[in-house]
């Protein structure tokens, strides 16, 4: 599955910015979606992940209650609703997709991911 990321922009703190994951082809219901983020000098770190129905969720402790991640099977895409954003929060933040032979999971380790997007550049000014 390929993957494209958008939907990052300049925002001041406090705002929101939604980011939409658009994926190709026609098994995008058995993969589940995570979002990453890369501030610079910075590793790579889990942000959010989806499962493939849309049934179970996870977050980072450092944006639960703030990002909400969703998913819509039939138009291939998967979201991050980013409210409360903190100038912290700014990075270059990525999705990414792993198949899932059945069930409900999700993982929130990046080597499980092998289909990854370009990222969008997420600034949060203080």
């Known amino acids: 599955v390929q993957l494209q990321a958008s939907g990052g922009g300049l925002v001041q703190a406090g705002g929101s910015l939604r980011l939409s994951c658009a994926a190709s082809?026609?098994?995008?219901?058995?993969?589940?979606m995570g979002w990453f983020r890369q501030a610079t000098g910075k590793e790579r770190e889990f942000v959010s992940a989806i499962s493939r129905s849309g049934e179970k969720t996870g977050y980072a402790d450092s944006v639960k209650g703030r990002f909400t991640i969703s998913r819509d099977n039939a138009k291939n895409t998967a979201y991050l609703q980013m409210n409360s954003l903190k100038p912290e929060d700014t990075a270059v933040y990525y999705c990414?997709?792993?198949?899932?032979?059945?069930?409900?999971?999700?993982?929130?380790?990046?080597?499980?991911?092998?289909?990854w997007g370009q990222g969008t550049l997420v600034t949060v000014s203080s």
């Open positions: 082809g026609r098994t995008f219901s058995t993969y589940a």
């Open positions: 990414a997709a792993h198949w899932v032979a059945r069930g409900n999971y999700y993982s929130t380790a990046e080597a499980s991911y092998n289909n």
